[in-house]
């Protein structure tokens, strides 16, 4: 699972990507300041199943803190982009061509409205953060319809060959964009373009159908960054009255908390709406700064909105489920007797056999049934849907042997 973090220049990725993965990339108060894209994990959040079962996990990966289950998820924080990115201006398209991987977007935007369409400073109340989001939304869309443009002549000589393979020779040259096929299917139907020959489309249906695609193949999740700044909530309403899912961000804070976390001056679980203060000589400005935090993004917020926003992306903008599998029902142990060892970030709608694969090729191969700890190890088939939370026991004719 890959996460995106993109958006105009300026408004915060970087910072953002560092409160979620603890990495030091380079943060500046002017654009362009990332060029190369960043890397890193972060950790998505769920109630861990540990307590339920009067256990004490050992995770191989990720980490169990206060009976929340922290599970690993790639992040990508992005260059930022400026209208006509797609036509080179700025850097250019370079940042869509890093995104095109990411199974989900984080939208970030500047809420506080104090930086223009170039992502340079201006005066609050002079630039409409709404606009952020249209920016993306329009640099993207243009970058798939120019990659339509491009590849329509191959796509109608092929047509001319097989003619009843359209959405195959679609997914086939547009392979970059990772899409699936059930994002094609709604794009051609809601466009009412399925039943139009391909080569009447004019430009303006293509740029449409690039629209659709998009929708459907790129989810997105708006993070409202920079809420700390004074009089940001207006603007964070008025994205969110366009009908975009938005969560509330200081990605500025959730990075000063988790720092402060590390080294020990107070203890936070990232998404919380307080921490304490456990060091007992603290810098007097380190104190500010926390007692900051705590007034004007905490009991205004009720969270920095970092943890949140990446949990809501992936577990309700992907639709990815958290799935426990064990190899011993009884401990919920593995053959080396770690506890609840792994958590899997799967999609929705996947089946225990497919799950069964994720984990060893082998396992799928020699699938017998599944035991659902969770439900006083009931017997499930192949085509069983996992749950969010499930804990899962593979049965295969290899275990059995
Ligand atoms: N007040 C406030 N400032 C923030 C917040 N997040 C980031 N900033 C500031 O915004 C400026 C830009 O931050 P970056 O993280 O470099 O932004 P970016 O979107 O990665 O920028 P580019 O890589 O240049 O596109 C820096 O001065 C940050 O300190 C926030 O939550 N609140
Ligand atoms: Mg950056």
């Known amino acids: 699972m890959l996460v995106g973090l993109c958006g105009k220049t300026n408004v915060g990725k970087t910072t953002f990507f560092n409160a979620l993965t603890l990495a030091n990339a380079k943060v500046a108060p002017h654009p362009f300041t990332t060029i190369n894209a960043n890397e890193g994990v972060g950790y998505v959040k769920i109630k861990c199943v540990c307590k339920e079962y009067g256990v004490k996990c050992n995770p191989k990966t990720g980490f169990c803190l206060n009976n929340y289950r922290f599970i690993p998820v790639k992040i990508l924080d992005v260059a930022g982009l400026v209208r006509d990115a797609h036509k080179g201006r700025g850097l250019g398209n370079k940042f869509l061509d890093d995104l095109r991987k990411a199974d989900v977007n984080i939208l970030v935007v500047d809420a506080s409205g104090r930086t223009d369409e170039e992502g340079k400073p201006c005066k609050k109340g002079t630039y409409d953060p709404i606009e952020d989001v249209n920016l993306v939304m329009n640099e993207f869309t243009f970058w798939i319809r120019d990659l339509l443009i491009k590849n329509w002549r191959k796509i109608l000589g092929k047509l001319l060959k097989d003619p009843t393979k359209f959405e195959e020779i679609l997914l086939q040259e547009l392979s970059g964009l990772g899409l699936k096929r059930a994002s094609l299917k709604s794009s051609l139907d809601e466009t009412g373009l399925r039943n139009k020959k391909p080569r009447d489309w004019t430009s303006q249906d293509l740029m449409n159908f690039a ?64 921490f304490k203060l456990i060091k007992q000589e603290v810098p007097t400005e380190i104190k500010k700064a926390l007692e900051l935090i705590d007034k004007r993004v905490l009991r205004k917020w009720g969270s920095t909105g970092v943890q949140q926003c990446l949990n809501k992306a992936v577990f309700e903008t992907a639709h990815y489920i958290a799935i426990f599998p064990v190899e011993n029902e009884k401990t919920l142990t593995d053959h080396q007797g770690n506890v609840l060892p792994d958590v899997y970030l799967v999609p929705k709608g996947t089946t225990v056999k497919q799950f069964a694969g994720l984990i060893h090729t082998d396992l799928e191969k020699t699938f017998l049934f599944a035991l659902l700890v969770n439900e006083n190890n009931k017997r499930v088939g192949a085509d069983y849907a996992l749950k969010h939370r499930d804990i899962v026991k593979i049965v295969s004719a290899k275990g059995r042997k």
């Open 211 to 274: 629209r659709k695609l998009l929708e459907h193949g790129k989810p997105f999740i708006v993070a409202a960054n920079k809420i700390d700044v004074e009089n940001s909530s207006v603007n964070v309403e008025k994205i969110m009255d366009k009908g975009y899912t938005v969560i509330p961000t200081s990605a500025e804070a959730e990075l000063a908390l988790r720092k402060a976390s590390e080294k020990g001056i107070i203890s936070y679980v990232p998404g919380e709406e307080k």
